[in-house]
């Protein structure tokens, strides 16, 4: 594919964003921002999760690591199930009994100041990490075969992505995203689907002897049963129940989409479908990676060094002009789906959870308005520069970097939230942010060492869960004599 082709197709599907969201951003305040003004069909947003919830990651990422994992992953994913239903049961029920527009005012509600402002704090460090990652995936492809050959620094290519991502977002926020977040997991399916197809064509067979392939090799083996490995299959699915309960149940990112639903039991079903949903459709993405290394091992092609590389290097370099253009739109559709909604999410948690918009009366719609918009360029701003520093130092599959990190940034919220749930206690507030900065800390360690100290066990996902157990046994120590009524 020529660099020309590239950049066309992606201009056109930008531009099929651009006219979405001036559709759904007419007339669009704060409350159509924030939460849709709580209007949006829940079948809708269950849909447009599903890109969300995948992203560039899942995309490159995930059929990349078939090659080193074979299907483990999905084990994870069966743990995602048990995950959402946990979401949709404790978690939803609160958060609509309590008419949260930011989930982390529940900390306030229940323990105070210090909290609530040390969850909000630990979902923006996540969210603005995980979006970067996201985000750096698409725009590294596109600098190397397109912004490289015209000489277009990095820097400047990530800027033009981002400033895209504001000027269609700025305005209708989660209303608009709503929408767009169905046409872009449409197309980023289609892509996985048709690369799929074309892959078939060129190595001469058809889809049911591909798949026979597949799964008679060792790229479909899904459970590991060596508790050292980091594939054991139950760490791997009790991290996939913890890494959706703190990843989507306590993310403001992807609760702002269900909150933006009519009722507490539209969102229900569209937490409960979701978890369903996307067995198949992972199952869909590795299926597309054994098929992936199959044709390269046929055809004689050099794996490239970073698995990342993987299906760009064979959708835009051996498949042809039609599958590269597929591959493109699929690709920037899953950032999209991702970015857009993460930058949506960071300037409603900033806005209300450290300006109080929710709060503060003084302040007049329009001000607010005026407001959220250098707030939502501010954190545009801060993540072009992380996307810039994680180009710098990118060592590895990013799927795995970002479940990694997200051990020791959501892990303090899991043990809050737990906290909070589960026990009647109140705790000494304003230790609270001590807490959560030991916890990661002494996780670390433990993570680091637990092969000498645990008899050569080594920490894969599961990482999260003794964070929030960390966490939790660090509130418990400061916690008050009395009890809540």
């Avoid at 078939?200 to 798949?211: D, G, K, Y």
């Avoid at 707030?375 to 970097?401: E, G, Y």
Wanted: glycine share 6%.
């Amino acid at each position: 594919m020529s660099p020309k082709l590239i950049l066309l197709s992606f201009l056109t599907y930008t531009l099929l964003l651009f006219i979405i969201s001036w559709i759904t951003s007419r007339k669009a305040g704060n409350e159509a921002f924030f939460v849709g003004n709580r209007v949006s069909p829940w079948i809708v947003v269950a849909y447009g999760m599903i890109g969300t919830s995948l992203s560039g990651v899942t995309f490159i990422s995930v059929p990349g690591w078939v090659g080193t994992t074979q299907f483990s992953y999905m084990v994870v994913v069966f743990g995602y199930i048990l995950g959402y239903f946990t979401i949709a049961t404790v978690l939803l029920p609160l958060y609509y009994r309590l008419k949260l527009t930011s989930i982390y005012t529940y900390l306030e509600k229940r323990f105070g100041f210090w909290s609530y402002k040390t969850g909000a704090f630990y979902f923006l460090l996540s969210r603005i990490i995980g979006a970067s990652f996201r985000m750096f995936l698409v725009v590294n492809v596109l600098q190397l075969f397109v912004f490289d050959a015209w000489g277009v620094p990095f820097w400047v290519t990530v800027t033009i992505f981002m400033i895209l991502i504001l000027l269609y977002t700025f305005k209708g926020g989660i209303k608009t995203i709503v929408w767009t977040d169905t046409l872009q997991t449409t197309f980023m399916l289609l892509a996985v689907v048709f690369s799929v197809v074309v892959i078939v064509r060129h190595l001469n067979t058809n889809f049911s002897e591909i798949s026979a392939q597949v799964f008679n090799s060792d790229y479909s083996e899904m459970f590991f049963y060596n508790w050292q490995d980091k594939r054991f299959f139950l760490k791997q699915f009790f991290s996939g129940v913890f890494i959706a309960i703190v990843m989507t149940g306590l993310d403001q990112d992807m609760m702002q989409k269900n909150l933006s639903c009519r009722n507490l039991k539209d969102a229900q079903k569209n937490m409960i479908s979701l978890s369903f949903i996307l067995v198949f459709v992972n199952l869909l993405f590795l299926f597309l990676g054994a098929v992936l290394y199959i044709y390269t091992n046929s055809k004689g092609i050099t794996i490239p060094d970073l698995t990342d590389d993987l299906f760009p290097t064979v959708a835009l370099k051996y498949l042809g002009t039609f599958a590269g253009v597929i591959f493109i739109i699929g690709l920037i559709s899953a950032a999209y789906s991702s970015a857009d909604s993460a930058l949506t999410a960071l300037t409603t948690s900033f806005s209300i959870d450290f300006l109080g918009f929710n709060k503060n009366k003084d302040l007049s719609e329009k001000r607010k308005i005026k407001i959220r918009y250098i707030v939502h360029f501010c954190i545009a701003t801060l993540v072009i520069f992380v996307i810039v520093i994680f180009r710098v130092i990118n060592d590895q599959a990013v799927i795995s970097k970002l479940f990694t990190i997200a051990g020791y940034t959501y892990g303090p919220l899991l043990g809050m939230f737990a906290f909070g749930l589960f026990t009647k206690k109140s705790i000494k507030d304003k230790w609270v942010p001590i807490v959560a900065l030991i916890s990661p800390v002494i996780c670390y360690i433990i993570s680091e060492n637990s092969e000498k100290w645990l008899n050569g066990y080594k920490f894969g996902f599961e990482l999260l869960i003794l964070n929030g157990i960390i966490t939790f046994v660090g509130l418990y120590l400061i916690k008050n004599r009395f009890v809540r009524k």
